[in-house]
Structures are given as structure tokens and as C-alpha cells.
Nanobody, 121 residues
Framework: QVQLVESGGGLAQPGGSLRLSCASS????????INWARQAPGKGLEWVSG????????YYSDSVKGRFTISRDNAKNTVYLQMNSLKPEDTALYVC??????????????RGQGTQVTVSS
């Protein structure tokens, strides 16, 4: 059974940090690119970061560049999203998704249910 399970969300203060995890099972994790997206209430899905299957390439949206860092541990079938300098506008449901087409994150094969991030004082 394919699973992508996000964790690490919660409440953070502006300027604070959180580290999200995306743990996978049921498929060959090292063959897939992993992307993070977020959806704020009343807004569409925004793809914010992705990492190539072997970790050799990454991308970030302009809205998170310089503040978020994506990484992966293929031995643990897990991708991480380190989020620093958080802003209230980062508040959203964060989901991870696995796909085979690099830099086409919307063309995914599997996705998780998400973890909520709230940035507020």
C-alpha cells in the first residue's frame, strides 16, 4: 500500500522555524521526485519546493526561496522541508507528492493528506 505521511506541522510564531517530514512506503522512493505544495484557506494549490529523486537538484518558489530548504534521505524514505523565518502568509496545509517528471510537480503519482502549519503571534 502506497503511503506518504506528512508530519511536523503546528503553530509557530513569525520568524520561527518548523521542520516538516514526508515519510513514504509502498513504492520505490528513490525513483521519485518529491514536491511540497501548500494550500491556504480559500486559495489554490501552490507548489513551493521539490527535490530530484537522487537529491541532486532542487527548486523553490519565489515565495519561499532563501527561507525554506528541502532535503531527502533515501535510506529512510523521507523528505524534509526546513522552514525558517516563517511569516503569517506561510499558514497553509502542506502536502507532499511523488512524481516522475522533474519540475512538473502537478503531474504526481502519489500524495499525502497534509500537515497544517499556522504562523501567528
Amino acid at each position: 500500500q502506497v503511503q506518504l505521511v506528512e508530519s511536523g506541522g503546528g503553530l509557530a510564531q513569525p520568524g520561527g522555524s518548523l521542520r516538516l517530514s514526508c515519510a513514504s512506503s509502498g513504492f520505490t522512493f528513490s525513483n521519485y521526485n518529491i514536491n511540497w505544495a501548500r494550500q491556504a484557506p480559500g486559495k489554490g494549490l501552490e507548489w513551493v519546493s521539490g527535490i530530484y529523486s537522487d537529491g541532486s537538484d532542487t527548486y523553490y518558489s519565489d515565495s519561499v526561496k532563501g527561507r525554506f530548504t528541502i532535503s531527502r534521505d533515501n535510506a529512510k524514505n523521507t523528505v524534509y522541508l526546513q522552514m525558517n523565518s516563517l511569516k503569517p502568509e506561510d499558514t497553509a496545509l502542506y502536502v507532499c507528492a511523488a512524481g516522475r517528471v522533474w519540475k512538473k510537480p502537478y503531474d504526481y503519482d502519489f500524495r499525502g493528506q497534509g500537515t497544517q502549519v499556522t504562523v501567528s503571534s
